[in-house]
């Protein structure tokens, strides 16, 4: 294992930030992109490595590697199109710690031959795979790292459903990175929540006014979710003002859905159940045991039958001015939930340190509907 592959055992979710001045997809993304001055900066906030094209079609060449290579003393990948051992061998030249191999593009054979270089090289490798048969490729070629990349590099269209069933069905003794079509909080989440170790990110920081800053909204501020929504313009507020995940409560309560509303491509949905959870369609559900005929006050977060974060909430109908304190103490991630407001966010995420925030009677103007001047107060104070 290479500097590159080490640096995405990090534990938690990593980053492969990129440096592209245009896509055949997109056209220029940002053509002045200087990578002397951007791969440092992704570096110092919070990229386990920064990824570099150097292909003509994306405005890229070996020059802009070195660049690279002279700036910043974190692992740096070339991505182009390499199907020939010299093309390895220039890239390790020009100071790369690992390269790109894509699996449409190459037989085992070829595969096998430029794995075989990059080892004798010293270079890691991400080996790409876009459908189930390439990661099965993949697996068969003892690939140490595993791209999973939403788009399809034929008709450029974005998948991220089959992507994240992708990267669920990897094997967890593999580094998986998932590529493309990461743009928001949510979206990186869910990658984490399907066991991504990273993901590469390239034309959302292009075209951020900060690239830097975008990173780190998408690495590591809390997610947001705001609970109970049982109307469509209440969902819309929800996601205007920049909210990750859209609860909806299926069991009994004044917040009761009839069912789960639609949510944009930029939130995950959550089904929210007391005692049995069951699958409506959501990307995650929210199981609360039932006790003494209310919920407990603590639940999970589900992937499918998978737990992926605790909910940690307020005794039923009771305080407890420890649970700030409580919920500090618990690894791993924390949806921090119960009496949380636009007044007492920023507080309880300074104090706890949480993967997600969690509102819902605070943000109401009745049961179940929504004062979306509190939701926007509410998401602004946690953001």
């Given at each position: 294992?290479?500097?590159?592959?080490?640096?995405?055992?990090?534990?938690?979710?990593?980053?492969?930030?990129?440096?592209?001045?245009?896509?055949?997809?997109?056209?220029?993304?940002?053509?002045?992109?200087?990578?002397?001055?951007?791969?440092?900066?992704?570096?110092?906030?919070?990229?386990?490595?920064?990824?570099?094209?150097?292909?003509?079609?994306?405005?890229?060449?070996?020059?802009?590697?070195?660049?690279?290579?002279?700036?910043?003393?974190?692992?740096?990948?070339?991505?182009?199109?390499?199907?020939?051992?010299?093309?390895?061998?220039?890239?390790?030249?020009?100071?790369?710690?690992?390269?790109?191999?894509?699996?449409?593009?190459?037989?085992?054979?070829?595969?096998?031959?430029?794995?075989?270089?990059?080892?004798?090289?010293?270079?890691?490798?991400?080996?790409?795979?876009?459908?189930?048969?390439?990661?099965?490729?993949?697996?068969?070629?003892?690939?140490?790292?595993?791209?999973?990349?939403?788009?399809?590099?034929?008709?450029?269209?974005?998948?991220?459903?089959?992507?994240?069933?992708?990267?669920?069905?990897?094997?967890?003794?593999?580094?998986?990175?998932?590529?493309?079509?990461?743009?928001?909080?949510?979206?990186?989440?869910?990658?984490?929540?399907?066991?991504?170790?990273?993901?590469?990110?390239?034309?959302?920081?292009?075209?951020?006014?900060?690239?830097?800053?975008?990173?780190?909204?998408?690495?590591?501020?809390?997610?947001?979710?705001?609970?109970?929504?049982?109307?469509?313009?209440?969902?819309?507020?929800?996601?205007?003002?920049?909210?990750?995940?859209?609860?909806?409560?299926?069991?009994?309560?004044?917040r009761r859905a009839d069912a789960p509303l639609p949510v944009p491509d930029t939130m995950l949905s959550v089904a929210v159940f007391v005692g049995e959870s069951e699958p409506v369609g959501t990307d995650l559900e929210q199981l609360y045991p039932a006790e003494?005929?209310?919920?407990?006050?603590?639940?999970?977060?589900?992937?499918?039958?998978?737990?992926?974060?605790?909910?940690?909430?307020?005794?039923?109908?009771?305080?407890?001015?420890?649970?700030?304190?409580?919920?500090?103490?618990?690894?791993?991630?924390?949806?921090?939930?119960?009496?949380?407001?636009?007044?007492?966010?920023?507080?309880?995420?300074?104090?706890?340190?949480?993967?997600?925030?969690?509102?819902?009677?605070?943000?109401?103007?009745?049961?179940?509907?929504?004062?979306?001047?509190?939701v926007r107060a509410f998401v602004e104070a946690a953001r």
């Open positions: 294992m290479g500097r590159f592959a080490d640096a995405l055992r990090t534990g938690g979710l990593g980053a492969i930030a990129e440096v592209k001045r245009r896509s055949p997809s997109a056209g220029d993304l940002r053509p002045d992109a200087d990578p002397a001055a951007l791969a440092p900066s992704f570096a110092a906030h919070g990229a386990a490595a920064v990824s570099i094209l150097v292909d003509e079609r994306f405005g890229g060449t070996l020059d802009d590697l070195r660049a690279a290579r002279e700036a910043t003393d974190a692992p740096l990948l070339a991505k182009g199109f390499f199907t020939e051992p010299e093309h390895l061998r220039e890239a390790a030249g020009a100071g790369a710690d690992a390269a790109l191999l894509l699996l449409r593009d190459v037989d085992d054979r070829r595969a096998r031959l430029l794995l075989d270089e990059a080892a004798r090289l010293g270079l890691d490798v991400l080996v790409e795979a876009h459908d189930a048969d390439e990661l099965a490729r993949a697996v068969v070629l003892d690939a140490e790292v595993v791209g999973v990349n939403a788009r399809d590099l034929g008709t450029f269209e974005i998948d991220r459903a089959a992507q994240l069933e992708l990267v669920a069905h990897a094997p967890r003794d593999r580094i998986v990175v998932a590529e493309s079509g990461v743009s928001t909080r949510a979206q990186a989440a869910a990658a984490e929540l399907a066991g991504a170790d990273a993901i590469l990110v390239g034309s959302a920081l292009m075209r951020a006014q900060d690239p830097a800053a975008k990173l780190t909204d998408l690495l590591r501020r809390p997610l947001v979710k705001v609970c109970g929504l049982t109307r469509e313009e209440d969902v819309a507020a929800a996601a205007e003002a920049g909210a990750d995940l859209a609860g909806f409560v299926l069991a009994e309560s004044p003494n005929g209310h919920r407990a006050r603590d639940g999970f977060l589900l992937r499918g039958e998978r737990e992926v974060a605790r909910v940690l909430d307020l005794p039923w109908l009771e305080e407890d001015t420890g649970h700030w304190e409580r919920a500090a103490a618990v690894e791993g991630r924390v949806m921090l939930a119960g009496g949380l407001g636009p007044d007492d966010v920023a507080a309880a995420i300074e104090a706890v340190r949480p993967w997600a925030v969690d509102a819902s009677r605070s943000l109401e103007s009745a049961p179940g509907i929504k004062d979306h001047e509190r």
